[in-house]
């Protein structure tokens, strides 16, 4: 079956072979989100998927990453992920991990042992938005896992071996909530000590609530400085023990790389030249090519 458009898939698995194992997402309420619009949730038929893999071991029989399409493929039951990632396995002999998107109500809804089964099997790497750390923004927002949702599932998964990225959105308090977006994403993000961190630049997109909302000057969105602001103080609070760091997407002035706690200084010095206009910054026109 021929992957379904619009193709949603996190920078890191650009080389990945992906696997389109249900569409859209079971939790499509973000008024900041347009990943989805147009796209409704389903599953797969999992004659289909099973069909999907066998061809795809045929032509790309190297596969080493596989990426599980689209944004919700854990609110599968493990009766019904299991075997597709069995066959999978069974599949590509050179598989060295298999990774999805997850939110915090779908780890949530799974035992440890679940949990530990999907590991067993390579899958190993979850992508989560926490997008703030902040629940009165997360509710504002109509996100529907809590941040303590996250936080749990971001710890009961990394201590059954599943290693979580974990994204934050830069702005997404708007200016009236930005404080608080910085001082509560710090306290989550050192509570989860995620292996990876992303941040990534709220981009407003027509069609979605929060855009209307901007329209209507119900939200006040962050200029460049103040986003770069935002970033600094939210690494200057972060103490994470072991973390690889990105802030490379599109959406970002400043593309940033480190590791915690080693970069952390190096991090926040680029981020003050930034500030002091001392370094480029990518033009507001590129933002999201």
Same mark, same amino acid.
């Given at each position: 079956?021929?992957?379904?458009?619009?193709?949603?898939?996190?920078?890191?698995?650009?080389?990945?072979?992906?696997?389109?194992?249900?569409?859209?997402?079971?939790?499509?309420?973000?008024?900041?989100?347009?990943?989805?619009?147009?796209?409704?949730? %389903?599953?797969?038929?999992?004659?289909?998927?099973?069909?999907?893999?066998?061809?795809?071991?045929?032509?790309?029989?190297?596969?080493?990453?596989?990426?599980?399409?689209? *944004?919700?493929?854990?609110?599968?039951?493990?009766?019904?992920?299991?075997?597709?990632?069995?066959?999978?396995?069974?599949?590509?002999?050179?598989?060295?991990?298999?990774?999805?998107?997850?939110?915090?109500?779908?780890?949530?809804?799974?035992?440890?042992?679940?949990?530990?089964?999907?590991?067993?099997?390579?899958?190993?790497?979850?992508?989560?938005?926490?997008?703030? *750390?902040?629940?009165?923004?997360?509710? %504002?927002?109509?996100?529907?896992?809590?941040?303590?949702? =996250?936080?749990?599932?971001?710890?009961?998964?990394?201590?059954?071996?599943?290693?979580?990225?974990?994204?934050?959105?830069?702005?997404?308090?708007?200016?009236?909530?930005?404080?608080?977006?910085?001082?509560?994403?710090?306290?989550?993000?050192?509570? =989860?000590?995620?292996?990876?961190?992303?941040?990534?630049? /709220? =981009?407003?997109?027509?069609?979605?609530?929060?855009?209307? #909302?901007?329209?209507?000057?119900?939200?006040?969105?962050?200029?460049?400085?103040?986003? /770069?602001?935002?970033?600094?103080?939210?690494?200057?609070?972060?103490?994470?023990?072991?973390?690889?760091?990105?802030?490379?997407?599109?959406?970002?002035?400043?593309?940033?790389? *480190?590791?915690?706690?080693? #970069?952390?200084?190096?991090?926040?010095?680029?981020?003050?030249?930034?500030?002091? *206009?001392?370094?480029?910054?990518?033009?507001?026109?590129?933002?999201?090519?």
């Amino acid at each position: 079956m021929p992957l379904i458009e619009p193709i949603i898939r996190p920078p890191a698995e650009a080389d990945s072979l992906l696997l389109q194992i249900t569409t859209g997402c079971s939790a499509n309420t973000c008024t900041f989100c347009p990943a989805y619009i147009g796209k409704p949730f %389903k599953l797969i038929d999992s004659e289909v998927v099973y069909n999907d893999i066998r061809a795809a071991a045929k032509r790309f029989p190297e596969t080493r990453k596989i990426f599980l399409l689209d *944004g919700d493929v854990l609110v599968l039951s493990n009766t019904r992920l299991m075997p597709i990632l069995e066959l999978i396995n069974e599949s590509f002999p050179h598989l060295s991990r298999i990774a999805s998107y997850a939110n915090g109500q779908n780890i949530e809804a799974k035992s440890d042992e679940d949990l530990a089964q999907l590991v067993s099997l390579k899958l190993n790497l979850i992508y989560i938005g926490l997008e703030s *750390g902040s629940q009165e923004i997360l509710t %504002k927002c109509n996100k529907r896992a809590t941040v303590e949702q =996250m936080i749990t599932a971001v710890n009961r998964a990394a201590a059954v071996g599943i290693k979580s990225s974990v994204m934050l959105l830069l702005g997404l308090g708007g200016k009236e909530h930005s404080a608080e977006h910085v001082e509560q994403s710090i306290i989550a993000l050192n509570k =989860m000590q995620p292996r990876y961190l992303s941040f990534l630049s /709220l =981009m407003l997109v027509e069609g979605t609530p929060l855009f209307d #909302d901007l329209e209507s000057g119900v939200f006040e969105e962050l200029g460049s400085n103040e986003l /770069l602001q935002e970033s600094h103080d939210i690494i200057q609070g972060l103490e994470l023990n072991k973390t690889i760091f990105r802030s490379n997407h599109a959406s970002n002035y400043l593309s940033l790389e *480190g590791r915690f706690p080693k #970069d952390k200084a190096l991090l926040l010095a680029q981020l003050r030249a930034g500030l002091e *206009g001392k370094l480029h910054l990518r033009p507001e026109f590129f933002r999201g090519l």
